[in-house]
Structures are given as C-alpha cells and as structure tokens.
C-alpha cells in the first residue's frame, strides 16, 4: 500500500471514535496489551509523562514538549485527534512522523492487525510507542485519547501524570456527573507516580485525594503552587500575550510571554509548571531561560495549530477548537472583548454534541455561517441552522467549512470579528490556518494555545 492506501486501510478498516464516535471506543486494555507484547513492549523503552483531562490537555502537552525541547531534550509528542494529516499526531522534537514509516510499520504488522482486529486508537497508539522507542526519545509526552482508565495510552508507566481542567463531555462514555468523569480520568494514576492535578475544583478533588492514596502517589495540586494571569490581551502582530506568573505567592519568571493566547491558558500553566518541577526533582535540567522559551515558542516548536489562531486581519479572523461548554464558553468570553462592530461566526459541530447546550453559549447578536466538516460524525449544517434559528440565532448553512468561511470573510467590514470554531474537525478544514505565504495567514503559526 501507498501511504493514501493505508490511511484508507486505517480510517475504513478500523473503527475510529472521532469520525463515527462511539462505535470506535473499546473499554479495556486487551488489544493494546496484545500489540505492545507483539511487538516487544516499545511503551517499557523510553520515559514518558501521562497527560489525561476535559480541556486543557492538548496545549498543556504541547507546552511541557516545548519546554523540553528547549531544554535540550529529544522529546516525542503524542497527541489526538489530528487537523489536516494524521502524522500530526505523533512527532519527535516537533518533526512529524514520516510517511513512509507509517507505510512500512502498517504493512509489516498487518497481519497481526487481522488477528487481534485492534481499533484506530489502538493501533495509533502502538504505532507512536513503537517510533518513540526506534527514535530513543529522552521523554515523550503522551496525551490521552479519551477518559483514562481505559484509554489505550494507559499501559505506560510514566515519571508523572498531569490532570487538567475536569468537565462535562462524551458523558455516555465516562458517567454523567463530574466525579465520574474525574474517576475515569484519575484511572491514569499508577502505585508511587507523582501526579499533578491542574485546578482544585471542589466537585472532583476528593476523587483524586482517594485514588492518590490508594496508589500511594504523592499527589500536588498545581493552583495551589502556581498562579497565572495575563496583563494585557494579545500581541496582533506577534501573537504573545503578556502573564503574571507567582509561585506560592511570589513573582515568578518576571515578564513572562506566552505564544498561546487564549484566555483558559491561565488555567493550564499552574499544571504545567508543577509537572515540569516534578521532572526537575527526577533529575532533568530545566533551566529558567527553557521554559521562557517553551512558553513563548510552543506553536514553532511543536507545530501546534488551531488555538486561539489568528488567521487575518481586517477583519479579524480568529479559529479555535474549543467544543465543549467549559472550553467553548471561554473562547466566547474572550471574543466579546476583542473591538469589533459585528461578529461574524462560522460553527459547526457533530452529532453526539450536547447542541442546544452549545447554541445558549454563542452571542445573540451574531450573524451565523453553519457549515459541517467532512466526516461521517458531523452534524448536518441545515439541522444546526434550525435548531440555531429555533434558539433566535440569526443564519442560514453553507455546503461546506470553505464556503462557510468565505461568505464570513466577504460581508464582513474591516472594523468586523470573524469567528470559526464549534469542533476540531471544522477547526482543520480551515484552509489559511496553514498557509504561509503571506501576513494575515503567519498569525496562525504564532497566535495559537
């Protein structure tokens, strides 16, 4: 197979969650033990960190990668799902995985892929374990795919777990109440592991305190540490956003910048900074000019994309993957301050959604573009325009994100804001989110989370 043929192999053969949803979700580890002893336990031949929660654990491993790399480290970097090409997903000092390799490690291993009939997540998991183990990572940073106890990220046994934010998404899968959610997150502690949790929300920090203390796992809550707040909104020009950082009360890394944007990062870096001071104490030299540079470089370092990304100017055109009622509601928060005479948004999103609970989240005075992206999960731009309409959106659908977005761009003024966003997967099907040819565009690579 060609590397378009395998992708087909594993999109088509393979259940895979975040085109069909629940269908592609195994509980348990079976499979995922199966592979990794096939293939001679790659997961036992590098260190790693665990990164589990709601929101924030897609920039928090792409900070904490950052940094590493700053500091000197080879650093692996698993994360999910992917924009525009799957080798996104697993990178090695922020270099994508390569084609061919892909193409090699499919075809060589498909035979057993036939026997054991792993799902998409499994097998993207044994295929970034066996290529961090080949490359002889210092360290990987490793994201979970969905939950914890039974994400198939969850045979390593890392140096540290890091916990973030802790709210309400694919409860049919994890519980409908917040502690149930948090078990299944904690279900990523292991006997005698630090583990970091990033925000000390009332609701679910008993059940961390409990599984901590079964595991006999030192247990830090990093907004007790760390605090993080930004002085001044984004740099348009450069992307960075100014943050006051303390560290049990006092100054910390005075005049910090961070190259991600969004207002919720001040809610991630408590949890990154205690992580990286748990690595530290297990010998890693992490030098203060590391993390400067970690924090200010994070979208050049390891490519990330799709975060508060400003991707024009006059209008301005912002993008951000922010889906669920935490997540959304605060990139809502942030755009209402950005100087606009009308806000233009662009949404979409997919069929497992709580939609009437997103819909309350979006401005009434907003004019609406509905599109949906182009996988099987999506849900139909015209049932999203009426459910839209019925709640006193104003809007109609477009056949596509592209058209979508370019109706936005076209009746919108200069003094205008231009919002896409609603999931991921309209997220990737922006096409100047990757373009870097010319000035409105080169804001995508530096104002991302």
Same mark, same amino acid.
């Given at each position: 197979?060609n590397y378009?043929?395998?992708l087909?192999?594993?999109?088509?053969?393979?259940?895979?969650?975040?085109?069909?949803?629940a269908?592609?979700?195994?509980?348990g &580890? %079976? $499979? !995922? @033990?199966?592979?990794?002893?096939?293939?001679?336990?790659?997961?036992? +031949?590098f260190?790693?960190?665990? =990164?589990?929660?709601?929101?924030?654990?897609?920039?928090?491993?792409?900070?904490l990668?950052?940094t590493l790399?700053?500091?000197?480290?080879?650093?692996?970097?698993y994360?999910?799902?992917?924009?525009?090409?799957?080798?996104?997903?697993?990178?090695?000092n922020?270099?994508?995985?390569?084609?061919?390799?892909?193409?090699?490690?499919?075809?060589?291993?498909?035979?057993?892929?036939?026997?054991?009939?792993?799902?998409?997540?499994?097998?993207?998991?044994?295929?970034?374990?066996?290529?961090?183990?080949?490359?002889?990572?210092?360290v990987?940073?490793?994201?979970?795919?969905?939950?914890?106890?039974?994400?198939s990220?969850?045979?390593?046994?890392?140096?540290?777990?890091?916990?973030?934010?802790?709210s309400?998404?694919h409860?049919?899968? &994890? %519980? $409908? !109440? @917040?502690?149930?959610?948090?078990?299944?997150?904690?279900?990523?502690? +292991?006997p005698?592991?630090?583990? =970091?949790?990033?925000q000390?929300?009332?609701?679910?920090?008993?059940?961390?305190?409990?599984?901590?203390?079964t595991?006999?796992a030192?247990?830090?809550?990093?907004?007790?540490?760390?605090?993080?707040?930004?002085?001044?909104?984004?740099?348009?020009?450069?992307g960075?956003?100014p943050?006051?950082?303390?560290?049990?009360g006092?100054?910390?890394?005075?005049?910090?910048?961070?190259?991600?944007?969004?207002?919720?990062?001040?809610?991630?870096?408590?949890?990154?900074?205690?992580?990286?001071?748990?690595?530290?104490?297990l010998?890693?030299?992490?030098?203060?000019?590391?993390?400067?540079?970690?924090?200010?470089?994070?979208?050049?370092?390891?490519?990330?994309?799709?975060?508060?990304?400003?991707?024009?100017?006059?209008?301005?055109?912002v993008?951000d993957?922010?889906?669920?009622?935490?997540?959304?509601?605060?990139?809502?928060?942030?755009?209402?301050?950005?100087?606009?005479?009308?806000?233009?948004?662009?949404?979409?999103?997919?069929?497992?959604?709580?939609?009437?609970?997103?819909?309350?989240?979006l401005?009434?005075?907003g004019?609406?573009?509905?599109?949906?992206?182009h996988?099987?999960r999506?849900?139909?731009?015209?049932?999203?325009a009426?459910?839209?309409?019925?709640?006193?959106?104003?809007?109609?659908?477009?056949?596509s994100?592209?058209?979508?977005?370019?109706?936005?761009?076209?009746?919108?003024?200069?003094?205008?804001?231009?919002?896409?966003?609603?999931?991921?997967?309209?997220?990737?099907?922006v096409?100047?989110?990757?373009?870097?040819?010319?000035?409105?565009?080169?804001?995508?690579?530096k104002?991302?989370?």
């Amino acid at each position: 197979m060609n590397y378009a043929e395998t992708l087909t192999y594993l999109y088509e053969q393979l259940p895979m969650f975040q085109r069909v949803g629940a269908a592609g979700f195994k509980k348990g &580890l %079976g $499979n !995922t @033990l199966a592979l990794a002893e096939a293939m001679q336990h790659p997961e036992r +031949k590098f260190r790693s960190v665990h =990164v589990a929660g709601t929101n924030g654990k897609g920039s928090s491993s792409h900070l904490l990668a950052a940094t590493l790399q700053a500091a000197g480290y080879k650093v692996g970097l698993y994360t999910s799902p992917h924009l525009r090409e799957f080798t996104e997903r697993i990178r090695v000092n922020g270099q994508e995985l390569g084609r061919e390799y892909l193409v090699e490690w499919v075809a060589h291993w498909k035979t057993l892929f036939e026997k054991i009939q792993p799902s998409f997540f499994e097998m993207c998991v044994a295929l970034a374990f066996s290529y961090f183990a080949e490359q002889r990572v210092d360290v990987a940073i490793v994201e979970v795919g969905l939950g914890g106890r039974f994400d198939s990220t969850n045979i390593i046994t890392p140096l540290v777990s890091l916990i973030t934010n802790i709210s309400y998404d694919h409860q049919a899968l &994890l %519980g $409908n !109440t @917040l502690p149930e959610i948090a078990g299944e997150k904690a279900g990523i502690i +292991k006997p005698g592991v630090p583990v =970091v949790v990033s925000q000390s929300q009332p609701e679910v920090l008993g059940v961390f305190e409990r599984e901590a203390a079964t595991k006999l796992a030192h247990l830090l809550i990093a907004d007790q540490i760390y605090q993080a707040t930004f002085t001044a909104e984004p740099d348009l020009e450069t992307g960075l956003r100014p943050v006051a950082i303390t560290q049990h009360g006092r100054p910390y890394l005075p005049n910090a910048e961070l190259g991600l944007p969004g207002d919720y990062q001040q809610q991630n870096l408590p949890g990154v900074l205690a992580t990286l001071d748990e690595l530290r104490a297990l010998g890693f030299r992490i030098t203060e000019a590391a993390v400067r540079t970690g924090l200010r470089q994070v979208s050049q370092l390891t490519g990330l994309l799709g975060r508060w990304s400003i991707i024009g100017r006059r209008p301005l055109v912002v993008c951000d993957t922010g889906h669920n009622a935490v997540g959304l509601g605060a990139v809502m928060a942030q755009l209402r301050r950005v100087p606009h005479q009308r806000l233009h948004l662009v949404i979409g999103t997919v069929n497992d959604k709580d939609v009437a609970g997103m819909l309350a989240l979006l401005p009434s005075e907003g004019i609406y573009y509905f599109c949906a992206a182009h996988i099987p999960r999506a849900l139909p731009a015209e049932d999203l325009a009426q459910q839209a309409t019925n709640l006193g959106l104003n809007g109609r659908p477009y056949g596509s994100v592209a058209e979508a977005v370019a109706a936005a761009r076209a009746a919108a003024n200069p003094d205008d804001v231009v919002f896409v966003g609603g999931s991921t997967f309209v997220v990737a099907e922006v096409d100047e989110l990757y373009l870097t040819g010319n000035e409105d565009s080169k804001a995508g690579y530096k104002s991302v989370r």
